[in-house]
């Protein structure tokens, strides 16, 4: 089973940049897709972004379509969600998971233990 934990959260004004972070511990993370969700207060867990095992397909949320990109280091077990132009209601507890099922964008693995980002307006 893979672990995760995610770093790279913060307080930002809204047209900033953040990049989150997620370091796998096991060996078998190269193996699965993973992806990136958010929890706002009061809302459900959302996806946000997959990417493939070998990073050469990506999947994003319309909300984040052109400004998030994901992108994974297979041989450093990372994987990172570069955060542009951000928007008040981006403001979310995110986190990341592996396995992620390319399919559904369902998490058939585990998750990390979230790191919050704020975006003040």
């Known amino acids: 089973q893979v672990q995760l934990v995610e770093s790279g959260g913060g307080l930002v004004q809204a047209g900033g940049s953040l990049r989150l972070s997620c370091a796998a511990s096991g060996r078998t993370f190269s193996s699965y897709a993973m992806g990136w969700f958010r929890q706002a207060p009061g809302k459900e867990r959302e996806f946000v972004a997959a990417i493939s095992w070998s990073g050469g397909n990506t999947y994003y949320a319309d909300s984040v379509k052109g400004r998030f990109t994901i992108s994974r280091d297979n041989a450093k077990n990372t994987a990172s969600l570069q955060m542009n132009s951000l928007k008040p209601e981006d403001t979310a507890v995110y986190y990341c998971?592996?396995?992620?099922?390319?399919?559904?964008?369902?998490?058939?693995?585990?998750w990390g233990q979230g790191t919050q980002v704020t975006v003040s307006s």
């Open positions: 998971a592996a396995p992620v099922s390319l399919a559904t964008m369902r998490v058939v693995g585990s």
